[in-house]
């Protein structure tokens, strides 16, 4: 899943930055937490992942802010809800760690993304077109 959402790395490297999450070594130092779908028989259905960071753009820059780094929901188990679970999900832990709010991105062609975002609650902010 990971491949799926991050396409610009192989599952190798996804598996080893997993690897070293799992054994407590992330690469960020911020608290990082992996939320699953489980949907039985060892099988998936998605994943979000969400960590704290110091600001984001929109947000209150006198606060930490959850952040959803990554939210994937495979094809065929969209429009079930499983996505909104795990964003409620993420939203109750970054109020735990005392956010008072939570931000995202997407990619600028990435219109199934923002629509998600925008049907769960999500206001626009920004947008850039970034150049090297």
């Given amino acids: 899943m990971c491949e799926a959402l991050w396409p610009d790395a192989c599952a190798e490297e996804h598996a080893r930055e997993l690897a070293l999450i799992l054994e407590g070594k992330p690469v960020t130092t911020l608290p990082l937490i992996i939320l699953v779908a489980d949907v039985g028989d060892r099988m998936l259905a998605g994943f979000l992942e969400v960590d704290l960071r110091s600001h ?77």
């Fill in 56 to 132: 984001a753009d929109g947000c209150n820059p006198s606060r930490p802010v959850g952040y959803i780094e990554g939210w994937y929901v495979a094809q065929s188990y969209r429009t079930r809800g499983i996505g909104r679970k795990l964003l409620a999900a993420a939203e109750d832990w970054a109020r735990s760690q005392g956010c008072i709010e939570v931000a995202s991105d997407t990619r600028i062609d990435n219109e199934v993304s923002q629509r998600v975002h925008e049907a769960l609650g999500y206001e626009v902010v920004d947008r850039c077109v970034h150049y090297r």
